[in-house]
């Protein structure tokens, strides 16, 4: 099974930056796309950013468009969510999914989750 285990959340003023990183383990090369969501308190779950793993191609949600960049590091088994200009309406719990090769339309796996609040 790939294992995903995300880092780098933390507390940040508005207009500020943080990396998140997705770490993935397993058997990786069954990677499809990884994905960026997230859940603010009372909200649904939205996507955020998506990554396809071997060509690299990307997709993001409008909300964050211009503002938020997803990278990959082949070499480490591991992506990123460089987030920049943060707002307030960021604030949410991120976590990374991926979807495999054979159940691309789905997340088969997921991460545990980091917080992200971003203050006024």
């Known amino acids: 099974q790939v294992q995903l285990v995300e880092s780098g959340g933390g507390a940040v003023q508005a207009w500020g930056s943080l990396r998140l990183s997705c770490a993935t383990s397993?058997?990786?090369?069954?990677?499809?796309?990884i994905d960026w969501l997230r859940q603010a308190p009372g909200k649904e779950r939205e996507f955020v950013a998506g990554i396809t793993w071997s060509s690299g191609s990307t997709n993001y949600a409008d909300s964050v468009k211009n503002r938020f960049t997803i990278s990959r590091d082949n070499a480490k088994n591991t992506v990123y969510l460089q987030m920049n200009s943060l707002k307030p309406e960021d604030t949410a719990v991120y976590s990374c999914?991926?979807?495999?090769?054979?159940?691309?339309?789905?997340?088969?796996?997921w991460g545990q989750g980091t917080q992200v609040t971003v203050s006024s």
């Open positions: 397993g058997p990786t090369f069954t990677i499809y796309t």
């Open positions: 999914a991926a979807a495999t090769i054979l159940r691309r339309t789905e997340y088969e796996y």
